[in-house]
């Protein structure tokens, strides 16, 4: 299936999402096999559901620059997934405030004098600073075409969940700020799993939550690594394309490559 269209936005590493573009090393979208209904769409939050950018302007004003949105979540990600590997569960803000505390030790303690005040917290200490960053999530904006494919999954009697390497209650008020809560059915965190995505533990964790079978299950999200993880647990796939990048080889390749969440719903065998 191509990519009916491109969008550019930070991924949930901060780098750009390898996505596929013409050429080698595309993937080739498959259509599910007849009788291969789709139950469920378990969905990414961050960068998948969600417009990053904020967050880079909310760095702008405490003394960074809005491009060290990309390093803050790459060593955010870095050091969770190493975490998760010596099998410690480690809490999202803790890794990403402690990550953001050292970008801000290294640029000195407080914001340039000549930044704009805007909303910043003024002459704010460090760990304010870092909090005010980290506040940001809960009012990230929707990509556009989550509304929509949101809405669209509903009407075709596709249950909904969320499954965050971030705090349930933070993406809970971030959906609620955009007014779409009642269209997501769970909103799950691997705070209560074993592991971080994309370890097998988290997304096994997902399906007790929603008792359904892996085969039924589609993991939707903008970054490979996490269609990687999700598929090598035995769930179907979603790459959602936001980022012109060539999908890396050594990821297992995704069921369904589309634009949007508002594509992927059009694409999806409901339930009979």
Do not use: C
């Given at each position: ?156 009697g596709i249950r909904v969940a969320a499954l965050t390497n971030g705090s349930a209650g933070v993406t809970t008020a971030m959906l609620a700020n955009a007014g ?93």
């Amino acid at each position: 299936m191509s990519v009916d269209e491109q969008h550019t936005s930070p991924d949930e590493s901060g780098a750009s999402t390898p996505a596929p573009t013409a050429g080698a090393g595309r993937p080739t979208a498959q259509t599910a096999q007849p009788g291969r209904a789709v139950r469920a769409v378990v969905l990414d939050v961050n960068g998948t559901l969600t417009d990053m950018s904020p967050l880079g302007e909310r760095l702008a004003e405490v003394g960074l620059a809005a491009s060290d949105l990309r390093a803050w979540f790459a060593q955010t990600l870095r050091d969770g997934f190493a975490v998760a590997v010596a099998g410690r569960n480690a809490d999202f803000a803790e890794v990403a405030g402690s990550v953001l505390a050292t970008m801000l030790a290294a640029a000195g303690d407080r914001p340039a004098d000549d930044r704009p005040a805007g909303d910043r917290p003024a002459d704010t200490d460090r760990g304010e600073a870092v909090q005010y960053v980290l506040d940001g999530f809960r009012t990230l904006p929707l990509h556009p075409d989550v509304e929509p494919g949101l809405r669209a999954l509903a009407d075709a009697g596709i249950r909904v969940a969320a499954l965050t390497n971030g705090s349930a209650g933070v993406t809970t008020a971030m959906l609620a700020n955009a007014g779409v809560e009642q269209l997501v059915e769970r909103v799950l965190s691997v705070a209560d799993a074993p592991a971080w995505k994309p370890a097998p533990p988290a997304y096994r964790y997902g399906l007790r939550e929603l008792g359904l079978p892996a085969s039924s299950v589609v993991l939707a999200a903008a970054h490979p690594w996490d269609v990687d993880g999700a598929t090598r647990s035995g769930l179907r796939g979603a790459l959602i394309a936001r980022n012109r990048s060539v999908y890396p080889p050594y990821f297992a390749r995704p069921e369904f490559t589309v634009s949007g969440l508002d594509a992927l719903a059009q694409q999806l065998p409901a339930p009979r």
